[in-house]
């Protein structure tokens, strides 16, 4: 019977070693941000944040009002992705102001929860009837 040593240490990748070919192109795509200093430095980094926030304001994500010490503010954060071809080069530059909601209490600060997302079952279902009728 053949047992391992209880301090066996061994990287994946002795187990399943890459190809060259495979590390030169992890190693040539790039990297995607994660602070706003590291954005500031290149233009398209900052269309893709002009139109995400130009969007934001057309529909009316949110409502300015005036600011009063009892309020809990909610912050937010840029997230940033690097969306890819199937070739693997840049297809674009793509970026979300997401809201950090975990500061809010329920019954202070909101007082329901809403999801934008729509089940595929609720789809199927209109579909169905308006097939149907």
């Known amino acids: 019977m053949v ?4 301090h066996f240490e061994a990287s994946v990748a002795t187990w399943y070693p890459l ?3 495979y590390t030169a192109s992890i190693a040539a795509t790039e990297s995607e941000p994660n602070i706003y200093s590291q954005v500031s430095k290149h233009h398209h980094w900052s269309d893709a944040m002009s139109k ?3 969007a934001l304001v057309q529909n009316k994500t949110w409502n300015l009002v005036p600011y009063h010490s ?3 503010v909610v912050g937010s954060k840029w997230v940033y992705k690097i969306k890819q071809k199937p070739d693997g080069s840049v297809d674009r530059y793509k970026d979300r102001l997401v809201a950090q909601g975990f500061t809010q209490i329920l019954g202070v600060d909101f007082f329901g929860i809403v999801s934008p ?3 595929p079952t609720t789809i ?3 579909l169905s009837l308006a097939v149907s009728h």
């Open 19 to 21: 190809p060259l070919c």
């Open 117 to 119: 997302v729509i089940k």
């Open 124 to 126: 199927r279902t209109i």
């Open 70 to 72: 009892s309020m809990n």
């Open 52 to 54: 995400e926030f130009q």
């Open 3 to 6: 047992t391992r040593s209880m």
